[in-house]
């Protein structure tokens, strides 16, 4: 199926329409007809726009309204199950709570995390909700013994009473406060297995060692060892590491080729790198290490996902000419014993696509730039998020243009004294959506425009949130509203967060790629934003969001049509 794109409003249509009968209309009119007629258009085209100005396609059954001095801050969402939400929230004389709603959007409780032993305080590492247990981790960095030590804590979902006391669960040796370490934790797709990755102090030039734990759901130790990587720091990157349903270890990452073997492969016009999937289980020294072999080809920002059943599948683009920009998305299906590809496919995006929501001068520019190299045109890197199992055996794949930069500010004084300070930057644009069928193969792509830029936040109104129903998926993400009927050739107008012109996009991509774009809130709510980070499909398919709004927030169950 061929690559589709499109933008189709109702209004945008509609409002087209009223402009060309009434430069129809006028001709032969009086100044004082033309102008009574216009006004009447006017009015006209108006009340269409305000019957459009909320989609149809959403309701939102939302929350009381909430108030951070009185209800707490929310810090972020947590996870949900079939008949509850859990959210992590902060408040100045509590400390971190944990607060469960139902889906009613009703508080059943918030209670405080005890992050505290004996006289020494503990840092909130992870929570994780593991099928009728909370399971909070926490850490103390004991300055005295040089270690920092990992703790874990269970209490119930229902009423988050205490299920066991804290138990310690890891170790790491520390050699200075700088350079202490980190702890992480991964739960298996079915929810069986727990995994505790204990990163070691760095250490330059060495080969990177790590701790591995893995636990079943009652946090029982099934098996762990203290890892060496088969390559030094400076010749491989971690990228991904997961814990499988059998409590087997899978990490993806990049093994570059030695400087003689680099030189020799750029002669030959080779990629300098391989992809790697290293597999770790109980009583095996060494991990069983499958290359990923796809010739000729730059791939970039390869994402492993392994579900609950069936093949390990495997996502991200590709470039022709390097490892900054990208000419095509591929996908991969992997055997989950073996570890080895069964079936792969490619598609190359057409420069229609690649230029889509390009201003004239920004295509004229990245031909120009392509032209001038031999090459054809291709697209920055994005970043590859999700891939979605579909019901029928087929995958989603969605990916996002993001970047950040660090702005160094030096000020000299009068005296001659400086200082220095930073700004960080973070840059969330367009969203390509791949649809793949349930035989492995690419059917189509589609690519939704945005612009958010913001300074210093962590990007935490940037990105967007997703949710697929049936043969629709649904993506919320904070927009401007210049941006609502964007066409071909537009300039894409960047979403400010102070800006009087904010507004809650829904971009809705129907089962042929087509996509539709409309304002999820009505006008008297237009200032108000979402998370995206924290917005979350429930298992009945609506979508819990957090919306924030001047001193006031809420939250909200959105049902798609």
């Known amino acids: 199926m061929r690559l589709r794109q499109g933008n189709v409003d109702a209004v945008a249509v509609t409002a087209r329409s009223y402009q060309f009968i009434g430069a129809t209309y006028f001709a032969g009119m009086t100044d004082r007809s033309i102008r009574a007629a216009a006004l009447c258009l006017t009015f006209l085209v108006v009340a269409v726009a305000s019957a459009q100005t909320k989609t149809q396609r959403a309701e939102i059954q939302w929350s009381e309204v909430l108030e951070d001095k009185v209800h707490g801050d929310f810090v972020r969402m947590i996870d949900r199950t079939d008949d509850a939400t859990y959210e992590l929230m902060s408040s100045k004389k509590e400390g971190f709570l944990i607060q469960r709603m139902d889906l009613g959007m009703h508080t059943v409780y918030s209670k405080r995390i005890e992050l505290e032993m004996g006289k020494a305080e503990m840092e909130l590492e992870d929570i994780h909700i593991v099928g009728d247990k909370i ?149 095996q020294e060494k991990p069983v290490d499958e290359t990923l072999e796809v010739k000729d080809k730059f791939l970039q920002d390869l994402t492993l996902t392994l579900g609950t059943e069936g093949d390990v599948l495997c996502a991200g683009f590709y470039s022709d000419k390097g490892t900054w920009s990208i000419r095509g998305t591929f996908f991969l299906r992997i055997d989950r014993m073996t570890k080895t590809i069964v079936h792969q496919s490619f598609k190359e995006f057409d420069k229609d696509f690649i230029v889509a929501y390009m201003t004239e001068k920004e295509e004229r520019k990245a031909e120009r730039n392509a032209e001038r190299k031999g090459q054809e045109v291709e697209m920055m890197e994005y970043d590859m998020r999700e891939i979605i199992r579909r019901e029928d055996g087929g995958a989603l794949l969605v990916a996002e243009q993001y970047y950040m930069w660090v702005e160094v500010i030096r000020t000299t004084q009068p005296n001659g004294s400086s200082t220095t300070s930073y700004r960080y930057h973070y840059v969330y644009n367009d969203i390509i959506v791949v649809n793949v069928n349930p035989s492995g193969d690419i059917e189509w792509a589609a690519k939704v425009p945005k612009r958010q830029h913001s300074v210093n936040d962590g990007g935490y109104y940037s990105s967007y949130a997703m949710n697929v129903k049936g043969g629709k998926i649904y993506l919320l993400f904070n927009d401007t509203g210049e941006n609502l009927f964007l066409k071909q050739g537009d300039k894409v107008q960047q979403f400010e967060i102070t800006g009087k012109d904010a507004l809650v996009t829904l971009s809705t991509i129907d089962e042929d790629g087509i996509t539709h774009r409309e304002a999820l809130f009505s006008p008297e709510k237009r200032d108000a934003k979402v998370c995206p980070k924290d917005c979350l499909q429930l298992a009945d398919d609506r979508m819990f969001i957090y919306a924030s709004r001047k001193k006031e927030y809420r939250f909200g169950l959105v049902t798609f049509d």
């Not at 920092?148 to 890891?170: E, H, I, R, W």
């Open 135 to 283: 399971i909070v981790f926490a850490s103390i960095y004991d300055k005295k013994a040089d270690e920092k030590n990992l703790f874990m804590k269970a209490y119930g979902t229902a009423d988050m009473k205490p299920v066991t006391m804290y138990t310690k669960v890891a170790r790491i040796g520390v050699e200075s406060k700088r350079n202490q370490g980190a702890f992480e934790t991964k739960v298996s797709p079915d929810g069986s297995k727990i995994l505790v990755y204990v990163e070691k102090p760095f250490e330059k030039k060495e080969f990177d060692r790590f701790g591995i734990k893995v636990f079943d759901k009652e946090m029982a130790n099934i098996w762990d060892g203290e890892i060496v990587m088969p390559y030094s720091d400076q010749e491989f990157r971690m990228e991904q590491m997961l814990v499988d349903n059998d409590g087997s270890v899978v990490c993806v990452g990049v093994k570059y080729a030695s400087k003689q073997e680099r030189r020799e492969r750029k002669r030959e016009g080779q990629v300098p790198y391989d992809y790697h999937v290293l597999v770790y289980w109980k009583g």
